[in-house]
T-cell receptor, first 116, second 113 residues
Framework: GAVVSQHPSRVICKSGTSVKIECRSL??????MFWYRQFPKKSLMLMAT?????????EQGVEKDKFLINHASLTLSTLTVTSAHPEDSSFYIC????????????FGPGTRLTVL | KNQVEQSPQSLIILEGKNCTLQ??????????LRWYKQDTGRGPVSLTI?????NTKSNGRYTATLDADTKQSSLHITASQLSDSASYIC????????????FGTGTRLQVTL
């Protein structure tokens, strides 16, 4: 149990385009999902907390208009990187909190975004 | 400020050898501490989770210890295998903020022949 998937696993896009990343909890319902960014050889950095049916809460320094988050259902959250630039290239990881185990977070496999 | 520090930053060991990774934290009030394994290009996978009252917890060849008084934890890997090569991340959560995790910077372990 507690499987979280992300799609796509890798994406390469041109500068100025938008990219959508999906995060799904496959075998449980998650009222809260999280989006992280990870730079090479660094640890995960929380970008935003996403609650089903409400607006996401963004961490300081994260542009909400740049990184659009939608949590439309209890099993799906999406992160859209709008007007992507090379500096947005990174490894994006989502996690889903499982209420039945004290909201422990289960992480997805990550999405490697490369902006040319 | 809540912080988690790990040492060493990186480590190279021979296959079959044991190793111990360290984690010091200043997260308060403490709720639990987790060790994750992260393979390159993958998401973190939980190895152990320890609460305040637990001193030791094992998961196969992985054994985690926790000293809540000194705010230190260790992860001991026994009889290392090539597949153990990964980053090991110590993550601490504070009471009342189960959703907000404080991540260590990780230890990059390389197991060689």
């Amino acid at each position: 149990g507690a499987v979280v998937s992300q799609h796509p696993s890798r994406v390469i896009c041109k500068s100025g385009t938008s990219v959508k990343i999906e995060c799904r909890s496959l075998d449980f319902q998650a009222t809260t999902m999280f989006w992280y960014r990870q730079f090479p050889k660094k640890s995960l950095m929380l970008m935003a907390t996403s609650n089903e049916g409400s607006k996401a809460t963004y961490e300081q320094g994260v542009e909400k208009d740049k990184f659009l988050i939608n949590h439309a259902s209890l099993t799906l959250s999406t992160l859209t990187v709008t007007s992507a630039h090379p500096e947005d290239s990174s490894f994006y990881i989502c996690s889903a909190a499982m209420p039945s185990v004290g909201n422990e977070q289960f992480f997805g496999p990550g999405t490697r975004l490369t902006v040319l | 400020k809540n912080q988690v520090e790990q040492s060493p930053q990186s480590l190279i060991i021979l296959e079959g050898k044991n190793c111990t990774l360290q984690c010091n934290y200043t997260v308060s009030p403490f709720s639990n501490l987790r060790w994750y394994k992260q393979d390159t290009g993958r998401g973190p996978v939980s190895l152990t989770i320890m609460t305040f009252s637990e001193n030791t917890k094992s998961n196969g060849r992985y054994t985690a210890t926790l000293d809540a008084d000194t705010k230190q934890s260790s992860l001991h890997i026994t009889a290392s295998q090539l597949s153990d090569s990964a980053s090991y991340i110590c993550v601490v959560s504070a009471t009342g903020t189960a959703s907000k995790l404080t991540f260590g910077t990780g230890t990059r372990l390389q197991v060689t022949l």
